[in-house]
């Protein structure tokens, strides 16, 4: 069984930082794509990045790239994804997920790429 538990999130003052982690259990981690979507109240998920194994490969949103980082540590089956400069537009709920099978980079910003999901931390940024 799949499992992916996320945590890291919190409220934060716009302009400061978060750090997320998502542990992932169940499944080689070392030898699939991780991804991070967030999904705001009213919105549609959205991907925020990902990350693949072999090469380190990584892929960002335009609304993040600059500010977010996506990293993993595939020694102790984690993922993180490293927020600064964070804005009140950030604010959603992030889940993490494990990808399904094995692509190019760019196709890993579409959830249909993911068969796993974590439940989500929350991440409110104020103004």
């Known amino acids: 069984q799949v499992q992916l538990v996320e945590s890291g999130g919190g409220l934060v003052q716009a302009g400061g930082s978060l750090r997320l982690s998502c542990a992932a259990s169940?499944?080689?981690?070392?030898?699939?794509?991780m991804g991070w979507f967030r999904q705001a109240p009213g919105k549609e998920r959205e991907f925020v990045a990902a990350?693949?194994?072999?090469?380190?490969?990584?892929d960002y949103a335009h609304s993040v790239k600059g500010r977010f980082t996506i990293s993993r540590d595939n020694a102790k089956n984690t993922v993180y994804l490293q927020m600064n400069s964070l804005k009140p537009e950030d604010t959603a709920l992030y889940y993490c997920?494990?990808?399904?099978?094995?692509?190019?980079?760019?196709?890993?910003?579409?959830?249909?790429?993911?068969?796993?999901w974590g439940q989500g931390t929350q991440v409110t940024v104020s103004s």
């Open positions: 997920a494990i990808a399904n099978g094995y692509y190019s980079i760019i196709y890993y910003s579409v959830p249909v790429k993911y068969d796993y």
């Open positions: 990350i693949i194994s072999s090469d380190g490969s990584t």
């Open positions: 169940g499944r080689t981690f070392s030898n699939y794509a």
